[in-house]
């Protein structure tokens, strides 16, 4: 972990260095550039010692406020890999370049999909984790989610097993607000979502989710998920192994409309304590 986080840090140092740079020829307190971008003075230290990862929407603003010509956006995109598990971030731009994503997870909503706090209390599970490295986790995360909203957004086919709806991550309220939130994104005309209800009984996804990311030239790269923070591979027999399986539990998942239902339901007897 504490060589993750020295790479992570030598990839920041240089959006700080400029930050700060810019920060004191403007003649301004971290807390004067937070009022002026519409941050904390908090947030503003916090990047500039290289403890957090800026997102797009900071990076846009301090180009404008600054006049530079997109440097700080530029340098963002660059690091949007980093607060990624080494073994992630090779899949980060097929997620990025996909036309077509299918997906399978057994215990958790997947991270496309995830809430906030959703994602933040899952992220906080981890061992030796600490709270600046959990915001950046679901910075990172709620960053790989604006290919939902793009123009070329990608055709989603989801598959959950029921287990991923009742496991409670963060509490009885945000568990509910992400099961709503997930009903939400099945009605998007380019994103499927189904489940497998616990009456199927054993299935071939037990053994672990599953993304695989096809580009507009066809090519398949496919990210599989385990407790070493996954493999990412695009070997041809793998690849066909794992896509005829995705198939297998769509055809067994429930359809589109039962699966909302089933949401749903599950949602509403959520109740806040």
Known sequence: MAGRRNRDGQGLSLFAEVLREARHKAGL???E?????GYSGALIRSIESGHRTPQPDFARR????FGYPKIFEKM???LRDLPFPPSYR???PH???ARVLRMFQVTLIPGLFQTPEYARAMLAARPHVTADEVENLVSARLTRQEILDGEDAPLIYAVIDEA??????GGPKVMRDQLEHLVAMSRRPAITVQVIPFSLGEHIGLQGGLVI???GDGAVTVFLDNLADGQVTDNEETVSQVTQRFESLRGEALPKGASRDLIQTIAEERHSP
Do not use: M, T, Y
């Open 29 to 31: 307190s971290s807390d």
């Open 33 to 37: 550039l937070g009022a002026k971008l």
């Open 62 to 65: 301090a180009d404008e406020f």
């Open 76 to 78: 963002e995109e660059r």
């Open 90 to 92: 090779p899949f980060v």
């Open 95 to 97: 997620e990025r370049a």
């Open 164 to 169: 991923a709806l009742h496991r409670q991550v």
């Open 213 to 215: 990311a096809q580009d």
